[in-house]
């Protein structure tokens, strides 16, 4: 029986960079994710067609999840893959909505925030290429949920989601799936997964950090099971709804316990660690935590080693934040190098259209063409690839990469939970300026250039403004702009950049190669006076 339920529509159900993200508690409102689905399945029609659902495991998924069930078969879907246990990491999903040919995903997860009832909750949505909807959907369905007073729903049981099996409800198939099994085939068809295994023979070691997140199962039956990586040497395996009680993001601060094991103790080769929903990755090496930006640099730069891109790239792409390494190493290719916004939408789209092969963001994304998402484990095993071709030591492979290509010192800034009117003052009082900056002298370096980032999409023509202020003062960058994920005030993000040309010092650390575009950044942007922070919540 298909029931419909009346309820009063919720007006705060915004679309950020990446889906629907808000505290716990609020969610579990009532009739909150319904209403929310109701929209979504009101502007993709979904009706005979095939679904993807799964989620990071955290709490409340399993309600969120049966939730979405029933109202998939009211809809009239026809056919809807699920994880078991209500588990599929983002690229897994990704990969699975292309493999059956989905019309959409679901993915409930909100990534690298902390879960639990005090944490955060969040619904990613699909489109049937794999990768995130475009903003035209997204914005559409926001506009949906603000009128949206009813939903239809299935009265019917849950579905037992703990094992494989096909259950029959009404005219829609549900088959809850293993989904570890195809996303590893996957992976064996991009990597040598024989040179890996001898890596691991020839006693090279490592330590992965799932962070009680969804790479968990998939890491086990990857590296223990498939490329013989000792069992301990994997950490926080098992997904738990409160990730432990940990902060699933795999940054230096958040991973503070992988990066003391590897970086600062060098108990171990190799490092990695992904987030909440198995999207990013953090690399680690003997002395050295790599810079997101750079470990895209150098995935580009040495690809051809890996047998899935052995045919070269057919271009590459960055987050307008993320450094400008992977420029460098496009030139040295040949490659053309796209510059999108913050989010993975906009690779997506270059992608489809092949004209990327590689993109990355600073935040620890870095994907490839094989799914339309950004890939925690895939850059792992790049990286294992690479090294396995390469015998020397990560602090080597960045030595010789620096050395080639000169190094862009990098940090991000996270002011984190700031009053939100205050954040957007900041930028709108920046903007101001904007046009007063050029050829002003900040400390010893000039300002070159500013604007206000804006993007127009050469594949569907779309167009994106106001994504980010960066000042370029010679050889150095700082980029401003707001965070679209966060859920509670707003969170300025500040990241800053200064290139070591060939032959310079590329030996120092980052905090103090920096220390004076940082001391820039916080004033021309007035960061204390605005948000009340003598410094950053966060650096990576
Ligand atoms: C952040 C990152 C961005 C990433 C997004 C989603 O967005 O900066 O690069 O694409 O999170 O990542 P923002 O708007 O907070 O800066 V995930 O792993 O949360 O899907
Ligand atoms: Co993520």
Redesign the pocket.
Known sequence: MILSVDARPYLDQTL???GLRKPTGHAMQPHYVALFMQAVFAEIDVAGATLVVGGDGRFFNDEAIQTILKMAVAHKVGHVVVGRGGLLS?PAASALIRARRAKAGIILSA??NPGGPDGDFGIKINAAHGGPIPIAVSDAIHRRTRTTAHYAIADMPDIALDRDGRHQAGGCLIEVIDGVADYVALLETLFDFERIADLFRSGFTMRFDAMHAVTGPYATALFQHRLGLPAASLMNQVPLPDFGGLHPDPNPHHAAGLVDFVAARAQADFGAAS?G?G??NLIVGRGLVVSPSDSLAVIAANAHLVPGYRGGLAGVAR?MPTSRALDRVAASLGVSCHVTP???KFFASLLEAGLITICG?E?A?TGSNHVREKDGLWAVMMWLNILAERRQPVSEILRDHWQAHGRDYYQRLDFEEVDAAAAEELMETLRRRMPRLPGELAGRLTVTDVNDFAYDDPVDGSTATKQGVQIIADEARIVYRL????TRGA?L?VYLERFAPRGADHHRQPAEALAEVQAIAMQVADVTRFTGRAGPSVIS
């Open positions: 950020g960079t990446s983002t990534s690298h987030d929903d999207d990013r987050s913050t989010g993975w963001e935040s994304g965070s679209g994920t966060g969170t993000r």
